[in-house]
């Protein structure tokens, strides 16, 4: 199991990049304890540019849902220029979100992590009930980071932020609250620690020497050790 780096960490169905849910450390306008999902610079879609320019996520993108979670017939994937302004805002995401579970529907996936597990919406199946998928990251706010710790049992989720499911397939989730008409994100957004081994490749070569190769331990925190 390997902490995830900086920088890209998986991919969206829509190709957009997927980064790291902890940006105080690579961004260095934003203030000590300050975390994505606070960076008023995210557009409509959440997403945001690098200091080189590079698009790309922290967060559940609205702009990349579930087709039934928009009630669309169409692929699991909704690119932001194919839906006006009014379509993209949080409150009519919020209240298909809240409809798609009252129909029972998981979301579809909107991604893949870079160590080949799919990244699922908000919503998932959990002990035989749909509803959005809990992070266990609930403890008090870690001040030294912007984040709170993860507290084991505390969510549905492991500590990578992820599980797995009755059909034996490991999914990660992108976790949000639903406050009134707010779609909230919920830390550490979509994955917090690799569940597996990634493929170096798949990173930057700036990031490729710190991933372990195949078949080398990674350097890393223990997390989600299989049960």
């Known amino acids: ?72 017939d169409a692929p699991d994937a909704l690119i932001a220029a194919q839906k006006d302004d009014a379509d993209l805002t949080a409150a009519p995401l919020a209240k298909a979100l ?18 080949g597990h799919p990244i699922m919406g908000p919503v998932g199946v959990f002990d035989g009930v749909v509803r959005l998928a809990r992070s266990s990251y609930r403890g008090p706010l870690d001040v030294s980071r912007g984040n709170p710790p993860y507290v084991a049992g505390s969510g549905d989720l492991d500590e990578c932020n992820g599980a797995t499911g009755a059909d034996g397939v490991y999914r990660y989730y992108a976790t949000v609250r639903l406050e009134d008409d707010d779609v909230v994100p919920a830390f550490p957004y979509m994955i917090g620690a690799f569940r597996s081994q990634p ?29």
């Open 1 to 72: 199991i390997e902490a995830t780096p900086m920088g890209p960490i998986g991919i969206a169905v829509n190709g957009v990049p997927l980064y790291h849910g902890d940006m105080q450390f690579s961004n260095p306008m934003l203030p000590q304890g300050m975390f994505a999902n606070q960076d008023e610079s995210f557009d409509q879609c959440c997403g945001h540019a690098d200091g080189a320019g590079r698009y790309h996520y922290h967060q559940y993108p609205r702009c990349v849902v579930g087709a039934s979670a928009l009630g669309l």
């Open 98 to 115: 809240r409809d798609q579970i009252a129909r029972g529907e998981a979301s579809g996936a909107i991604g893949v992590s870079f160590d």
């Open 199 to 227: 493929v170096a490749t798949n990173f930057p070569p700036h990031q490729r020497s710190k991933v372990a190769p195949a078949g080398e331990a990674a350097a890393a925190p223990p997390c989600c050790a299989d049960k």
